[in-house]
């Protein structure tokens, strides 16, 4: 049986993304993107499965820095999970006597209109996860509520004070499947990579961009993060369509790479999308 490690307690979107991904895993919760990626790099689970971007938020940064910094796993899946986010409270709680809200920040951000349209009086205070969010709403007495899905709301025997509170009503995370390996090419891929210059100068990030654009190869998402080394350095990252085994797509990393000072390749794996 797999062991799917992912971001717990159960109840959390992390774990519906893993359920997603294999029904019969054994799923394992650990708290951080950070201890998910340690268990599957110390075989303590086969597979890992992290949040890395949200329709309304953007990108996850502490799993892009993780795949940057701090591990050499490789993508072996991508999948969309549909997000629904619910006000859950202890039972019996009345939405008027709320005054502090738990969620994890990315669900918080995901529901700030509701939040300032309904409860524009309540404190927001960060959890760990959306289920532990749940957890801190029902030790208290009757004036927290929680932003958490459904089912914790069911493992926790919470109420559901309002339903769909989420600012987008498409609002969907893409979550990326760690492992070891490489998974071989189907013909509907993705690759994602990661690189820095040997010097700040114009038309550097140009030049990489045009190889693409040349070899007809569609990028679809480019972005940047700080080195973490030197201030004003940064990490650039691009998804694009293809993988790393094409002959279109080998010809391109091999005329970028020389162009770079560091460069990484985090995987080629099927698109969800």
Same mark, same amino acid.
């Given at each position: 049986?797999?062991?799917?490690?992912?971001?717990?307690?159960?109840?959390?979107?992390?774990?519906?993304?893993?359920?997603?991904?294999?029904?019969?895993?054994?799923?394992?919760?650990?708290?951080?993107?950070?201890?998910?990626?340690?268990?599957?790099?110390?075989?303590?689970?086969?597979?890992?499965?992290?949040?890395?971007?949200?329709?309304? @938020?953007?990108?996850?940064?502490?799993?892009?820095?993780?795949?940057?910094?701090?591990?050499?796993?490789?993508?072996?899946?991508?999948?969309?999970?549909?997000?629904?986010?619910?006000?859950?409270?202890?039972?019996?709680?009345?939405?008027?006597?709320?005054?502090?809200?738990?969620?994890?920040?990315?669900?918080? /951000?995901?529901?700030?209109?509701?939040?300032?349209?309904?409860?524009?009086?309540?404190?927001?205070?960060?959890?760990?996860?959306?289920?532990?969010?749940?957890?801190?709403?029902?030790?208290?007495?009757?004036?927290?509520?929680?932003?958490?899905?459904?089912?914790?709301?069911?493992?926790?025997?919470?109420?559901?004070?309002?339903?769909?509170?989420?600012?987008?009503?498409? @609002?969907? $995370?893409?979550?990326?499947?760690?492992?070891?390996?490489?998974?071989?090419? $189907?013909?509907?891929?993705?690759?994602?990579?990661?690189?820095?210059?040997?010097?700040?100068?114009?038309?550097?990030?140009?030049?990489?961009? @045009?190889?693409?654009?040349?070899? @007809?190869?569609?990028?679809?998402?480019?972005?940047?993060?700080?080195?973490?080394? $030197?201030?004003?350095?940064?990490?650039?990252?691009?998804?694009?369509?293809?993988?790393?085994?094409?002959?279109?797509?080998?010809?391109?990393?091999?005329?970028?790479?020389?162009?770079?000072?560091?460069?990484?390749?985090? /995987?080629?794996?099927?698109?969800?999308?």
């Amino acid at each position: 049986m797999t062991r799917i490690a992912y971001l717990g307690p159960p109840g959390t979107f992390g774990e519906l993304a893993a359920m997603q991904y294999d029904p019969t895993a054994e799923l394992m919760p650990f708290p951080s993107h950070a201890a998910v990626a340690a268990a599957v790099e110390s075989g303590m689970a086969d597979l890992g499965v992290v949040a890395i971007e949200n329709l309304i @938020n953007g990108s996850v940064q502490e799993t892009l820095d993780i795949l940057i910094h701090e591990t050499d796993l490789q993508i072996q899946a991508e999948l969309v999970v549909p997000v629904r986010h619910y006000l859950v409270a202890k039972p019996g709680t009345r939405p008027a006597d709320v005054r502090v809200i738990y969620s994890h920040p990315q669900a918080l /951000g995901q529901c700030r209109r509701f939040l300032e349209r309904c409860f524009p009086r309540a404190q927001a205070e960060a959890a760990l996860s959306t289920t532990e969010a749940v957890e801190l709403a029902l030790r208290r007495d009757g004036d927290a509520a929680a932003i958490a899905t459904e089912r914790a709301a069911q493992l926790f025997s919470a109420e559901v004070l309002a339903r769909d509170i989420q600012d987008s009503e498409n @609002n969907v $995370t893409r979550f990326l499947v760690l492992g070891r390996g490489l998974p071989p090419p $189907t013909g509907r891929d993705r690759t994602s990579i990661a690189f820095t210059f040997p010097e700040d100068r114009p038309g550097a990030l140009a030049s990489v961009l @045009n190889a693409f654009a040349a070899a @007809n190869i569609n990028c679809t998402k480019i972005e940047s993060r700080p080195t973490k080394a $030197t201030f004003g350095e940064y990490v650039f990252l691009i998804d694009f369509e293809g993988h790393q085994k094409d002959p279109a797509v080998r010809e391109v990393l091999d005329r970028i790479r020389p162009l770079c000072a560091e460069f990484k390749v985090f /995987g080629s794996y099927p698109r969800a999308l």
